[in-house]
């Protein structure tokens, strides 16, 4: 997981993906329709949405085996708690939308706060839980998500 400031996230990129996701970054407005955007074909996607924060024990915990996400803030702000993917039981595995749930228990989490010129990165080793509510105040965030395939990295 890597966790800086918006300006900073060409320093973890693959080289032949930082041109195209400065682009889209560069476009990015907070009136942006929620939509999905392609950065590079199936390699990089990104995706625009809003919704309200929830309770912790209210957020669903999941990870992706194909990408990397890197989400990022564009208003208010949510919690993303992040654990390591081998201490979590599996619930659900959608091989084709590269999308598996874990139950909630007491495995150990890192928690960041994803604030406007913030982002996260997180990679298959790790299951996180988005979407929680800062200070136990819920709110409506809108936020992007950035998907780069895995394979970018080798």
């Not at 997981?1 to 918006?6: A, I, T």
């Not at 949405?49 to 996400?69: G, N, Q, R």
């Amino acid at each position: 997981m890597v966790h800086d400031q918006l300006n900073r996230l060409a320093l973890y990129l693959p080289g032949e993906q930082r041109e195209g996701i400065a682009n889209f970054l560069a476009n990015v407005r907070k009136d942006m329709p929620e939509e999905r955007s392609n950065i590079n074909k199936d390699k990089v996607y990104a995706r625009i949405m809003s919704y309200p924060t929830k309770l912790p024990k209210d957020c669903m915990i999941e990870a992706h085996d194909d990408y990397v996400d890197i989400q990022f803030t564009l208003v208010g702000g949510e919690g993303i708690d992040i654990f390591p993917r081998e201490e979590l039981h599996e619930l659900t595995a959608d091989a084709e939308k590269d999308f598996l749930t874990f139950a909630a228990d007491t495995a150990p989490c890192l928690s960041v706060a994803n604030l406007p010129g913030w982002f996260t990165m997180i990679f298959p080793h790790e299951a996180h839980r988005p979407q929680e509510s800062l200070d136990g105040k819920c709110a409506n965030v809108k936020k992007g998500v950035i998907k780069i395939k895995m394979d970018c990295f080798r």
